[in-house]
Structure formats: C-alpha cells, structure tokens
C-alpha cells in the first residue's frame, strides 16, 4: 500500500522544485509517493508511471545515474541509522534534445531522512544533484580532492535539506494538532449547538404542559375543599393530584434539561449530601452491586440546588443499577480540580477555575458510540416501553450545566460507564439549611390586576385570589391591562403573565405600570422562569416571579410578599 504525503504536501513541493536537484521521495517500503518536475524531466518519465511503484520496480536499470546496488545499500543505512547517507559520484549521460548525441554528466546522490516525533522514518528523501560543470572546473589530476569536495558540498547541501525537511515535518505536526483541535471544538460545538435547540423545544412544551397543570391543580384545590365530606369524591381527587403531581415532576425535569428550571442554590458539601444519601443509594441498587465511596476529605463546597443535585445522583444510581442486572460494583468519588483555560477537554465548555468532581462509575453492559452520543438527549432511552422516561440524564445535564458546570460520559460496550460531574467552587462556605415553613394561605383585601391570556389559567388565578378576600380586575393581555392602568381606580397589585401577544409583555407592562403608578406592587408569573426570561428582558432581581404550575397557598404567600404586608389572616 503507498503510504500518502503528508497533509502539508504543498510545503514538500515547493522544496522539491525551488531547490537544485532531482528529487524523489520515497515511503519506507521504498515505494515512491512523490517526485520533482526536474527529477520526471530528467528521466523521461511520467509522475503517473512511477508515484505508487517501488524504487527499483520503476527503474530496473540506473536512474539518474546512482547505480542500483549502491542505492540499495544507501537506502537501507538510512532506514537503519534513520541518518543522511551521501552516495558516491555517479556518471550518467543525457540524451541530446535534437537526438544528435549524448552529453556526458556526473551526478551526485544523497538519500535524507524525515523521522517521526519517535525518531522513525517517515519518508526519504533522494535527492540527485548535477555536478557536472564542478568536476570541469577542478584541477586535473587531484580527483581525490575533488572527490573528497564533493562528497563535502553534497552532505553540507544534503544537510541543509535535511533541516528543511524536518522543519516542515515539524510544521506539519503542528498542523496536525491544530486541526485534531479544531475537529474536537467544532465536534463540541455541533453538540452545544443540538443541545441547546433540543433544550428550546423542550422548554417551549414544557412552558405550554405547566399552564395546563395550574388549571388542572388549581381546580383540584378547590375540589378538596368540597370534598371534605365525601370519601369518594376524596379518593378521586387524590388520583388525579397525584397524576398532575407526576406531571410537574415531569416538566421540572424538562425545564431542568433546557436549564430553565427555578433553582434554590446553597452552599453545601457534595460529601455531606452523598453521605446523607448513601441509605437510598444502598436500597436503590440492591444487594447484588457493591456501593464504593472514595469522598475526598478537603472537599470544596458548592452552590446548588441539593435537591437538583440528589434527583441527578438518583437518576446515575437507577441507571447503573440498570446496567448491571447480574450485580456488579458502583463507585462514587469526589475530588477537587482545576480547569485550566487552554485545557483541550472543555472547549468553551465552562470558564476556567476551581471545580468540585463528582465521578460515578458502574461496571455493567456500557453503551456502544450511537448511544453514548445521544444520552444526554431528553426522551432518549435504550430501556424497555414503561421502564424509563429517558429524562433522568437529562435532568441531570440541564441542572449541572445551570449550576455553571458541565457533565462527561465515558463508556465502552461490556466495560461500564462512567459519568462526571464538574460544580464550580462556591465562594462562601456551606451553611445549614433553615426549617421550612408549613404551607400557609393568608388572606387580603387589596386590589389586585390580573393579566393573563390563558382563559383556563386566568379563571383559577381569579377564583383563587376571589376565595382569598381579593378585590379582582382582569384583563387577557398587555393592551386591555395599559388601558385599565390608565383608569383613575385604585390597584394595589399588578399579578401578570410574561410572555404574552399583540407586542406588550409581562416585563414590559410592569415596567410601565410603575411609570403610571409609582407605588404599585408587581408579581409576575410564567410557565418559564426568571433565569430564562432575564437574557431576553433584561429582568433579572428586578421583580418577584412566581412558577406555575403553582398551589393556592404558594400563590397567596406571594401575593402578600408582593404586597409587603403580613398583617392578614391566615387559614
């Protein structure tokens, strides 16, 4: 097989025919891959009829003059030394153009060597130089001097190829690099780039699902309040509040993968949280996998969400658990690291810094190329129809890369897989969490605008804030609210979707009502969150926002934070 020039062959070639001399270069089959114009001249031949033949299966007879046994035995020291090897002066005469005779000339070859980084031999170079017109001009009867002079000039000139070549051998692996750099870049970018358009979608229906589920849990908070008295009406609403819970489950996990889920960032440490977890890891995966912690003793803390955190460590340890069906062994570790800004294996991927690593590794089934390319993908599951949601590894990319981290997958088929984490360093130390507060749903008598252009969702929000003592003025988006804002009637409270039609948007008529009405209170609410919204609006801890799907006690807790009074009665 001919081995091929390499990739900065253009360089090779502008050497060959900007130098004196013939040239071939040969692979170290000593099969020809490359010749000179002049060399191709000089010997009556085509590139076509010798480039990917043997040396000696091309010219059988005396190429250029170097005599076949001598080039044989020269070609063969360099291979071995890996060496320039100067040959002697060969004389070879050249046929006259008008066919009237031949001219006598000498010609001088040397074979030179292009290593490999490992000091292999790439390539040789052999080189043939005219020395005609040089053995004329030198004195007659010193031919060992002239001989000695030669071989001298050819190894200087030989030399200096040599150097040449080992430079561009030089640049040609520099190139090299730079374009594995460039593939893996452009390799990473293509994935953000998916990610980041599957993540759109995703949120757009996971925005869509939650204003239905307001309609479906607000109505069922109503229901209860009916059903106190009737056991079968009870076990009915139950049945459904649990499937509706399901499915905020389900959009959290969406929003999640798009990373535009509420988080509640504290500062922690991942030893404490996997600690704390290690009973339900135990349970989850049963007795036939072997739970190993290797949890580093310095470990930094981190500023997530650590109910986020322990539902990614759940979805790892479910799927691990998965992979190895017959047992096998799970280990969890932690360490501290530091991404350097030129580190080739993140790519833009993160910022460099200090960063947590949390590695969770199985030894089961593995996944083979295809499927480990698409893993992060959100519905994407090798499991059975009803044994999983193929959210769990999304969920899990989403928060990390929401976090400010970034997450890798490692597998081979029949040789595990090994997931790891990257959390930035938190600045502050970890503190403890306070208690929660029971629900409460405290009651009003203000005035409150409702803005919102879902028929279903406005009703709920409306019979809600009605049931709470609220006085309510409505209105089905940004137009009809400016016109009611414009009205000389009191409103104590703006409560109003974002994203809305006819060109006024949530953000946009706060920002206006707070022209109109200096002391107005604004609360907004969307099936996105503020993380989302603040790069398109610019919104960001400019106002409270509530998520829906929302309960009737979140909704009243906020409405009286908005307001800023708590001097109400509470249920």
Not at 131 to 136: G, H, I, M, P
Not at 222 to 250: H, M, Q, V, W
Not at 393 to 411: D, E, K, M, N, P
Request: aromatic content about 6%.
């Amino acid at each position: 097989m001919v081995t091929p020039l390499p990739s900065a062959c253009p360089d090779y070639r502008a050497l060959f025919e900007s130098a004196p001399g013939l040239y071939l270069v040969l692979n170290p089959d000593l099969v020809i891959v490359a010749a000179s114009d002049a060399y191709l001249h000089a010997t009556k031949t085509s590139r076509d009829g010798i480039v990917g033949r043997g040396i000696f299966e091309a010219f059988p007879g005396n190429p250029a003059g170097a005599g076949m046994p001598n080039l044989r035995a020269s070609l063969n020291r360099v291979l071995r030394s890996g060496q320039p090897d100067a040959m002697a002066v060969q004389r070879y005469d050249m046929a006259r153009p008008d066919g009237s005779g031949f001219d006598e000339r000498h010609w001088s070859p040397v074979n030179l060597p292009v290593l490999a980084a490992d000091g292999t031999v790439l390539y040789i170079i052999h080189r043939v130089e005219d020395v005609t017109e040089f053995l004329q001009r030198a004195p007659a009867g010193d031919e060992q001097r002239v001989t000695e002079e030669l071989l001298t000039r050819t190894g200087q000139l030989g030399a200096e190829i040599y150097r040449r070549a080992q430079q561009l051998q030089e640049a040609n692996d520099r190139l090299r690099l730079a374009n594995e750099k460039l593939a893996s870049s452009q390799a990473a970018l293509y994935q953000a780039q998916k990610m980041e358009a599957v993540g759109q979608l995703t949120g757009g229906v996971a925005h869509d699902f939650n204003n239905l589920l307001t309609v479906i849990i607000g109505n069922l908070d109503f229901l209860d309040n009916e059903a106190a008295a009737n056991p079968r009406l009870r076990k009915l609403t139950a049945t459904i509040r649990r499937s509706a819970e399901r499915g905020a489950r389900l959009t959290t996990q969406l929003l999640a993968f798009s990373r535009r889920q509420p988080l509640r960032p504290e500062t922690c440490n991942l030893n404490t949280l996997i600690i704390d977890f290690d009973v339900l890891i135990k349970r989850a995966v049963g007795e036939a996998v072997a739970v190993r912690s290797d949890l580093h003793p310095g470990l930094w803390p981190c500023s997530i969400d650590p109910a986020q955190f322990e539902a990614g460590m759940l979805n790892l340890v479910v799927n691990a658990r998965d992979a190895m069906p017959t047992g096998g062994t799970l280990s969890i570790a932690t360490r501290n690291v530091v991404i350097a800004a030129d580190d080739p294996a993140f790519v833009d991927d993160v910022a460099p810094g200090q960063y947590v690593m949390v590695t969770i590794a199985d030894t089961g089934v593995g996944m083979n190329p295809e499927t480990l390319e698409r893993a992060f993908e959100p519905f994407y599951t090798t499991k059975e129809v009803g044994k999983g949601s193929g959210l769990g590894l999304s969920q899990l990319y989403g928060f990390v890369r929401q976090s400010g981290g970034t997450a890798r997958i490692a597998s081979t088929v029949a040789g595990g897989t090994t997931v790891t984490v990257y959390l930035p360093k938190a600045v502050r130390e970890a503190s403890q969490p306070e208690p929660a507060s029971p629900p409460t749903k405290p009651k009003g008598s203000e005035t409150v605008l409702v803005v919102e252009d879902d028929p279903d969702v406005l009703d709920i929000a409306v019979e809600t804030l009605s049931d709470l003592g609220y006085r309510i003025l409505v209105a089905y988006d940004g137009v009809e609210a400016m016109a009611i804002l414009e009205r000389d009637e009191p409103i104590d409270l703006l409560f109003t979707d974002i994203v809305m039609p006819y060109g006024i948007n949530g953000i946009q008529l706060a920002r206006q009502a707070r022209k109109l009405r200096q002391d107005i209170k604004v609360l907004l609410t969307s099936g996105y969150t503020m993380q989302t919204l603040s790069a398109e609006y610019g919104a960001e801890k400019e106002f409270t926002i509530i998520g829906k799907p929302y309960r009737q006690a979140e909704l009243a807790e906020h409405v009286r934070r908005a307001l800023g009074r708590q001097d109400t009665v509470r249920d």
